[in-house]
Every structure is written in C-alpha cells, then in structure tokens.
C-alpha cells in the first residue's frame, strides 16, 4: 500500500509540473494620436479631425491573438474660457459663483451619428446689483472624458490598423451647447470658449501566458529527477 501511494505521488508531481495554465483572454485599451479642438459660442465648426491607426507594434510582444474589437473618444486637456454674459432682473444683488456647463458634440464621419461627453462645468465670480449686467472670467477644466455611450463595435477592424501611420479621418465638424445653473439670472454665452484635445481609444482583446514557457520544462526536469529518485527508495524498501 505504501508503494502504491509513493508511485501515484510521483505520478501526480510530474504531471503537474508539465502542466501550465491556459492563455487567459484580457481587454485593454490603446490611446491613438491626439487632435486639438476650438469652439466659442454655440455656432458649429466644420474640421475634420484625424487620428492614429490601432498599432500592433506598441502593444508588446507577450500579447498574443490579438483581436481589435472598436472604438470610443475621450477628451483631454480641456479648458472653458473666455467670458459669460450675465443681466441681474431680480431686485436684490446676486452674488456668485455663476455655475454653468457645456456639452461637446461631434459628429462622426463613418456614420450619420455624432458623440455627445458628458457635461464640463465650468464657473465666474462676482456680484451684480439689481438691474446690472456684466461680462464675467469663466473657468473651468477636464480631463479624462470619455463619450457615456458604450464603445463602437468594429465589423471589420482591417482599415483601422493599417497602415498605423496614416492618420484616421474620423470628426468632421463639433459644437458646444451651452447652459447656465444658478443662481436665478439672465445669461448669454457668445464669448464663451472651450478647447482641449480629443483621441480615440481602440479597445482590443489579447491572449498572454500566465507562465513563460521555461518554466514548466524546468519543473519537469525537477519532477522527473525527483520520480526516479523516489523509485529507487521504493525499489529498496521492496
């Protein structure tokens, strides 16, 4: 009996040492190049922004079977400036901050859609007495935005991955809409401004080993050592 269980602990130590975890199937994503954006007011500005292809060649080599599965936007480095227009028809003083907020549309050239983000808030200080308008600082900023919506699947992700250095049309006009909060005014944003920077993000699934490949061939080479040393204790105990 004893044999027997030293046989099968044997048997189980050299199995499982050639034994080594299946690939495991992640997501991620890859940031593509930048383009920069200018809006004041609430008219639309026709351009057409372009971006970095998805790369292979940036991903690393321990990434394998690497699937691009589509595409969102996110917005970087942006910053609301300019002035906001406020009128004070209440008859009592109305102290700041004026709290406001814009929303960034664009419109998408691979289809008759646009992406709306998520709203930036942006604010002014000041006092205005009653029956007094003025033009107050406005600031505010982000960064980080990404469009709420979930990301575009791709059907046939060939024509975004090559070539990587060919920038990608994807934009072709944007505009801001703009609203005020509080407290209770009259406000106009004609000379209200927002910048900042847009990219794409390419999300993609890949495969990577849990364990590099030398590893399971030496714990063989260590099981089996081991297998014909516990042989020869049992061949001398029989």
Known sequence: ?????????????????????AAQA?????????????????SPVSSTLGFSRFNLNTIG???????????????TDVNVSGVISVFNNNASTINGPFNSQVVLNFDRLDANSN?????????AAGSLSPGSSANLPLT?????????????VLANPTPYTAPPSTPLPSLTSYQASWSYLS???LTGFAGSTVSGRIAVRWHYSY?????PAPLPLL???????????LRRRIRGLA
Not at 1 to 21: C, D, E, F, I
Not at 29 to 42: A, L, R
Not at 220 to 227: N, R, Y
Request: hydrophobic fraction near 45%.
């Open 1 to 21: 009996m004893v044999t027997t269980r030293l046989l099968l602990a044997a048997g189980a130590l050299a199995a499982g040492v050639l034994w080594a975890p």
């Open 26 to 42: 992640l997501t991620t994503t890859q940031t593509s190049s930048s383009s920069g954006f200018t809006v004041t007011g609430t």
């Open 61 to 75: 080599d321990e990434k394998v079977n690497v699937v691009l599965l589509g595409y969102d936007y996110i917005l």
């Open 115 to 123: 992406i709306a983000f998520n709203p930036i808030s942006a604010t």
């Open 140 to 152: 505010g900023s982000a960064n980080g935005v990404f469009s709420p919506d979930p990301y575009i």
């Open 183 to 185: 407290p209770p005014a």
């Open 207 to 211: 495969d990577i080993q849990t364990v």
């Open 219 to 229: 714990g063989a080479g260590v099981g089996f050592a081991f297998s014909r040393n």
